[in-house]
C-alpha cells in the first residue's frame, strides 16, 4: 500500500480546473446559435413584417401584396432547410424543438387570419385549418408518454398543400389564376381534414397499446 492519495493514482480524484463549467456552459450556449436555429429565428422575425406588407395600404395595393408573397415564401422555404439542416447535421435543440412549430403556425396563422380579415378567404376556411392544427398540438401532448406519431406522407403533403394555397391567396390574383387557387385551397382543406382525423386514429391506437404497459408499471 503506498500511501499515495486517490488523486495521485490515475487522476481519478482530480477537480475539475475553475474555468471547466463555464467553459463547458459557453459551448451548450454557442450550440444554440446553428444555422438551424438562425433559419427558424428568422421566420420568427418574418413574421410581423409579413403582417405588415399584407395589410398595408389598405391591404389591396399589388405591390405590397407581391412584398409580402415574397416574405411568405423565404419563411416557407427556411421552414423546409431548418429541419433537414438540423436532423442532417445533428443540430437538433430543445430551442429548435419548441421554436419550429411555433414558427410554421405564427406565419400560416397570421396569414389566414390577415387574409379573412380583408374578406380573401372564408371565416370557416381559417377556423378548419388553425383548429386541426391546434388540436394536433394538444393532441401530441396527450400521448406523448406512449410514443412518437412520425410524420406521414399525407402530413408532408398537406403542409405543401396549405404553404402553395395560402401563397396563391396572398398574391393579388384574378381571371383563371383566382379560380386555380380555390380549387388549391379545397386540396389543402381536405387534406387538412383528412390527415387530422387519421393522426388521431393512430394517437387512439397509440394510447390503447401503451395503456395496459403504463398500468403495469
Not at 414558427?103 to 400560416?108: G, L, N, P
Not at 399525407?154 to 383563371?176: D, F, I, R
Request: hydrophobic residues 55%; contains cysteine.
Amino acid at each position: 500500500m503506498s500511501g499515495a492519495p486517490a488523486s495521485a493514482a490515475g487522476g481519478t480524484g482530480r477537480r475539475p480546473a475553475p474555468g471547466a463549467k463555464l467553459g463547458a456552459a459557453a459551448v451548450n450556449q454557442a450550440s444554440l446559435w446553428n444555422i438551424a436555429n438562425i433559419l427558424t429565428m428568422i421566420r420568427l422575425v418574418l413574421v410581423p413584417g409579413f403582417v405588415m406588407l399584407l395589410l398595408a395600404d389598405g391591404g389591396y395595393d399589388p405591390v405590397w401584396r407581391a412584398l409580402a408573397w415574397a416574405a411568405f415564401a423565404v419563411a416557407m422555404i427556411t421552414d423546409i432547410f431548418d429541419g433537414h439542416l438540423a436532423r442532417t447535421y445533428d443540430l437538433v435543440t430543445d430551442f429548435g424543438k419548441i421554436a419550429d412549430p411555433i414558427a410554421d403556425k405564427a406565419i400560416m396563422g397570421s396569414a389566414l387570419v390577415c387574409l379573412s380579415w380583408l374578406g380573401d378567404l372564408p371565416w370557416w376556411v381559417t377556423g378548419v385549418i388553425l383548429g386541426r392544427e391546434l388540436g394536433i398540438t394538444l393532441m401530441r401532448f396527450w400521448v406523448i408518454r406512449y410514443g412518437v406519431i412520425p410524420a406521414s406522407r399525407g402530413g408532408k403533403l398537406k403542409t405543401l398543400a396549405q404553404g402553395t394555397a395560402v401563397g396563391m391567396y396572398v398574391l393579388a390574383l384574378t381571371g383563371p389564376l383566382a379560380t386555380l387557387r380555390f380549387w388549391m385551397m379545397a386540396v389543402a382543406v381536405v387534406l387538412t381534414v383528412v390527415t387530422g382525423l387519421d393522426y388521431i386514429r393512430q394517437a387512439v391506437v397509440l394510447r390503447r397499446k401503451g395503456l395496459p404497459a403504463e398500468r403495469a408499471a
